[in-house]
């Protein structure tokens, strides 16, 4: 049998979709009830401080230089060339006890003191009152001791607002400095007609190094008050204080005792 020259074409069917062999979970929004998701940030732990901490805490780091009984040092001083040091007064007191009493010898100590070139008691001369009229401003009294020197002022009262300065040095006025009287009480002097008065009190402190003999003090009083100065210079004198010295002997039974406590 004879076929035909002309063959009808095939129609070729696409393959239908593929379906997967593993099902992938779909995403779904989070429930109200499931927790939210937050992102996990990774952190230094605090007690490992990065380097540039530690690079700042150890440049925060400070010397502190102390005495022997963990006080704080007053003041450090720095000594040039052929510079010698100041040697307080009360250690210069133990080396000589120390030394006087490991010869076995008795213990003699020289003690410095200040003593007014001037009568002590200026309120006493029978010349105060008529000194204080004239220049409106007098010493009235010095008390020299191992805390210091203070004194008593009097002033006229001249008006309300008042102020007393005293102006002193131990340099020869090379260098000088000034301290402020505190007012004390006011009054007017025993004679009749005599004028209203304040009385200041002042202290002048003496540093160990001055506490030697021939050591000189001076001083002077500036009273300002309605936008004038008064002075009382000692007719230009000025106060002055010289240092002295005594010796005193201390006691057998005493010298522990001073060891102890000094």
């Not at 040039?80 to 007191?93: A, G, R, T, Y």
């Not at 002022?153 to 340099?171: D, R």
């Not at 006011?186 to 402190?205: A, K, W, Y």
Request: net charge neutral; charged share 20%.
């Amino acid at each position: 049998m004879e076929k035909s020259k002309t063959e009808a074409p095939v129609r070729i069917r696409p393959p239908g979709p593929r379906t997967p062999s593993v099902q992938e979970p779909s995403v779904k929004p989070n429930a109200p009830s499931d927790p939210p998701v937050k992102t996990i940030m990774r952190r230094r732990a605090q007690s490992l401080p990065s380097s540039a901490e530690r690079n700042k805490e150890l440049r925060s780091l400070q010397v502190r230089f102390v005495d022997s009984l963990g006080l704080e040092l007053e003041e450090v001083k720095v000594f040039k060339v052929q510079e010698h040091p100041l040697i307080p007064q009360h250690v210069m007191f133990r080396l000589l006890m120390n030394s006087e009493l490991a010869f076995g010898r008795s213990l003699e100590l020289s003690l410095p003191y200040f003593k007014p070139c001037f009568p002590e008691n200026m309120g006493a001369q029978p010349d105060f009152l008529k000194l204080l009229c004239t220049q409106s401003v007098c010493l009235q009294q010095v008390v020299c001791s191992e805390q210091g020197i203070t004194g008593t002022i009097q002033v006229l009262n001249l008006a309300y607002e008042k102020e007393v300065t005293v102006h002193y040095s131990f340099t020869n006025w090379r260098a000088h400095t000034d301290t402020t009287a505190v007012w004390v009480s006011s009054g007017s002097c025993e004679e009749s007609n005599s004028p209203d008065t304040d009385t200041f009190r002042f202290r002048l402190p003496v540093p160990p190094f001055i506490l030697e003999p021939g050591a000189i003090l001076e001083f002077a009083i500036c009273y300002h008050v309605r936008g004038s100065d008064y002075w009382d210079n000692n007719n230009g004198q000025n106060y002055k204080l010289s240092c002295h010295s005594y010796k005193v002997t201390v006691p057998r039974e005493c010298e522990d005792s001073m060891l102890h406590f000094t």
